[in-house]
């Protein structure tokens, strides 16, 4: 009966809001304004791709501008590493250095990634049509899409990448 009464306690405190009420006060509700602007996931299917349209032509030039200090020229790495292109067939071995054109199974996830994380030293700073640009250079320069392609929230995700089905998917039937 002892260890009944300290439930029955922790029951009223919790029941009555008592406990709820005594909150250090700190932050505020969120906005769904604010919840939309950090809602960008991009599916693989393309869902949540936005509107806006870019080539390689142009992706080259903003490349150059703020992705090569990271990436090297043409995406071939640079003292930090961050190969982008190239790279030998993933059945050379696990030592094989992973980039967009033997490792990502999905043209949207690289649009995703560039628009969530890129440049690295200002995030999200990238506008709809220099992350389309963006990525139809990295999938020329790897050799996926010629480059002249457009690439927009219709025909990036019709893109075939290399690597596409060299994954297990763990759970197919939630897909």
Known sequence: MSTLKPLAVWALLVGSGAALAQTPGLGARISEADITAWDISILPDGTGLPAGSGTAAQGAPIFVAKCAMCHGEAGKGSPAGNILAGGAPLTSGIETTKTIGNFWGYST??????????????????????????????????????????????????VKMPNRDGFIIRFPERI
Not at 117 to 124: C, G, K, N
Not at 129 to 140: F, H, K, M
Request: glycine residues 0%; charged residues 20%; neutral net charge.
């Open 109 to 158: 996830t690289v649009f995703d990634f560039i628009r969530r994380a890129m440049p690295f030293q200002q995030p999200r700073t990238l506008n709809d049509n220099e992350v389309y640009a963006l990525t139809a250079y990295l999938l020329a320069l790897n050799k996926i899409i010629p480059e002249n392609e457009v690439m927009n929230a219709k025909t990036l995700p019709q």
